[in-house]
């Protein structure tokens, strides 16, 4: 009896030790919010455009990078780091870039130009944008800007003259880089801001939001959405698998972003150090705070990665009137939604 005892003893604790080895292997990933994937065999190399500076304003896709999301998907991503010296349009008409965000209306240029761009997720479907005077400088409404100056990004001057021409306003568009010096400094009467990014930093300055008043387009009739992601028509025909994975990863790294800050944050800092870019981290609190509002307005559940039809014509109708391009691309020409490839590829598969 002691012998068999012995043997019994041997062959649970063998099986224990198979149990426990058979555990250990884990996943990076640590999220509540996975979603089920189609299995993707080997790894592809990506890259990615964002059109500025490492911020929070990108975190889902360095949270993305960092915590393996994306090789979940089969993506081995590289983030281009932002260089002044080229713009994000450069590199995606010498295909350098297989995915890039961009704001609708400079990916409307850019596809006027002649770029066989789509927009195959739209992520935000609000303005950000908005212009600020000092409520001493006596700008108070819109029409108390004619005949001021006003600081503008180089660039991004589509809307601003939008609506300067929408409201008959003689204002001085002065260029300027990501700079608020010249505003503080009272260069200039107005500049051109982002809720959350330029807003914030005027506020940290020493101005108290009383002092400011805040123009937001989108509450003259200029709700321009911003961030889509975009890829060649080429790239979208050739691999629609890849742009179907691609969103999906980073739908996903957005979502574990917004519901882990701190540790998002933590990583945002990371790769801003790496890029030697300046890392606050109150403002890149602000920044992911607000781009959550952005991408998850109050009372939807989820971020809409939907380009509204409506929205579309108008700002590319506003472009048109203004002489910014030559012609209205074909909705469905500009705009393939990711979940169309889910269900075409679906189906073939």
């Not at 809720?195 to 108290?208: K, L």
Request: with cysteine.
């Amino acid at each position: 009896m002691k012998k068999y005892s012995f043997f019994i003893i041997i062959i649970l604790c063998f099986i224990s030790i198979s149990c426990n080895t058979r555990e250990k292997p884990r996943s990076v990933i640590s999220s509540t919010n996975m979603t089920s994937v189609k299995k993707v065999t080997g790894t592809r190399k990506v890259s990615f455009l964002p059109y500025w500076v490492t911020t929070a304003q990108f975190a889902g896709y360095y949270v993305g990078k960092e915590l393996g999301i994306y090789r979940k998907y089969g993506i081995d991503l590289d983030i281009i780091p932002y260089q002044p010296f080229y713009t994000s349009t450069d590199l995606i008409k010498q295909g350098k870039a297989d995915f890039a965000v961009l704001w609708l209306v400079n990916a409307l240029k850019l596809k006027d130009q002649g770029t066989d761009i789509v927009d195959i997720a739209q992520f935000s479907s609000r303005s950000s944008l908005m212009l600020l005077t000092k409520k001493s400088s006596g700008i108070n409404t819109l029409l108390d800007m004619n005949g001021k100056k006003a600081g503008i990004w180089s660039g991004y001057e589509f809307q601003p003259k939008a609506l300067f021409r929408k409201y008959n306003l003689d204002v001085k568009i002065i260029p300027i880089g990501s700079s608020i010096n010249i505003f503080l400094m009272g260069g200039v009467d107005i500049i051109n801001a982002n809720w959350f990014d330029e807003y914030h930093s005027i506020i940290n300055s020493g101005y108290n939001p009383e002092e400011l008043n805040t123009f937001f387009f989108a509450d003259y009739g200029l709700n321009f959405p911003e961030d889509g992601i975009y890829c060649l028509s080429t790239k979208l025909k050739s691999d629609p698998r890849l742009c179907q994975d691609f969103v999906n990863a980073t739908l996903e790294s957005w979502n574990y972003a917004f519901t882990h800050p701190k540790e998002s944050i933590k990583i945002v800092i990371k790769y801003a150090m790496q890029q030697k870019a300046a890392a606050n981290i109150s403002h890149i609190k602000w920044m992911l705070d607000r781009y959550r509002d952005l991408y998850i307005p109050k009372g939807k559940p989820d971020i809409n990665t939907d380009l509204s039809p409506d929205d579309y014509q108008k700002v590319a109708k506003i472009l048109l009137d203004s002489k910014l391009i030559s012609r209205i691309p074909k909705y469905s020409d500009f705009y393939k939604s990711y979940r169309t490839l889910i269900s075409s590829l679906d189906a073939k598969e």
